[in-house]
């Protein structure tokens, strides 16, 4: 099963804070994820210039695409960035790790979160989204998702419903599978009618944590688990520290968190979706697909950022195989 995702094309500055005051400094509270515009972007960088940072491309389902590369997946990725050197930086890096990308492009900056990283590894977000939540329905051709078996839409894509909804009507008629990532619950409360709607007619897989779960359905995890599965053909919602539930033609399995104590929980939703996706591209079982997303969310919240280095992934693909045994 080959994969392409839909989600906002953006690069990630990750910042490593001395202490949550700095959050304070600037207003934002610890934890949020919040939207903000250009020269609100400017004013945090240049507040925040001293920190330790890196660069890496980032937007949530632009992780999974990597990560699922990194494990050998035909993967892809759609969205739009600006004609800048930070649009080039990007689209290099996708073909890089061998992501093929589809990207419109346009006049201006490209989009960038922010993402501050407090000492306990709480992440906290101020996102300049740039030209990437403006694709259009048209832009997305039936004839790339043709070439594709599953397509992997994050949430936060929903405040374009037209894009979404026509993109998922295309995948429909192609036989394409649709997965869905809720990705933040201020999304479900947002737009909950919207989800419930698509979710109940196009989607097959759809992923969340326990805080949209929840919020989707006013259920504690276990019977939010239960009460998606209802809807979909796979229901997965993860734990964080007390691993995933994931829920399927009757069946429910649980898996443990993998790993220690987190340094930086970025990126390890979009990894355990990466590692999940991946067993079922294959053909591996509940259980394994929900161990194999374990494994990555592990590795990747042991470092700084939401990609897994470069040199683990032979040792991982290692530990993949002794999981499907």
């Known amino acids: 099963m080959s994969i392409i995702g839909l989600g906002n094309a953006l690069v990630d500055v990750l910042l490593q804070l001395n202490s949550d005051k700095s959050l304070t400094d600037i207003g934002i509270v610890k934890g949020a994820m919040d939207m903000i515009d250009e020269n609100q972007m400017v004013v945090i960088q240049r507040t925040l210039a001293h920190l330790e940072r890196t660069q890496s491309p980032g937007g949530s389902v632009c992780n999974s695409m990597r990560a699922l590369a990194n494990l050998g997946n035909h993967s892809g990725f759609l969205g ?3 004609r800048d050197a930070v649009g080039d930086y990007y689209e290099k890096a996708l ?12 006049d201006g900056i490209s989009g960038c979160c922010t993402v501050m990283i407090s000492p306990d590894g709480e992440r906290t977000m101020a996102t300049f989204l740039g030209p990437a939540p403006t694709l259009k329905p048209d832009d997305i051709t039936e004839e790339t998702l043709a070439q594709y078996n599953c397509i992997y839409i994050e949430g936060y894509m929903i405040v374009n ?12 008629r192609l036989g394409v599978k649709v997965a869905l990532d809720l990705s933040n619950f201020n999304i479900v409360n947002a737009f909950k009618d919207v989800l419930d709607d698509l979710i109940t007619n196009y989607v097959n897989i759809l992923l969340s944590n326990e805080g949209e779960a929840k919020a989707f359905t006013g259920l504690e995890a276990r019977e939010a688990n239960l009460e998606l599965a209802k809807r979909v053909d796979i229901s997965i919602v993860t ?3 007390e691993g995933a539930l994931v829920s399927a033609r009757g069946e429910t399995v649980h898996v443990d968190a993998y790993g220690g104590k ?9 990894n355990f979706a990466a590692g999940f996706l991946y067993g079922q591209s294959i053909g591996a079982t509940l259980q394994q697909s929900a161990r194999i997303g374990s494994l990555l969310a592990g590795h990747v919240v042991a470092v700084i950022g939401p990609q897994i280095p470069a040199g683990e992934w032979e040792q991982i693909k290692l530990k993949v195989k002794e999981i499907l045994v």
Do not use: C, H, Q
Not at 95 to 104: N, S
């Open 239 to 241: 734990l964080g520290k």
């Open 80 to 82: 739009k960035i600006g």
């Open 95 to 106: 073909l890089e790790v061998g992501v093929t990308p589809y990207f419109v492009k346009t």
């Open 161 to 172: 419903e037209p894009l979404v909804r026509s993109t998922m009507e295309k995948a429909r």
């Open 262 to 270: 987190p340094l930086d929980t970025t990126g390890a939703g979009d």
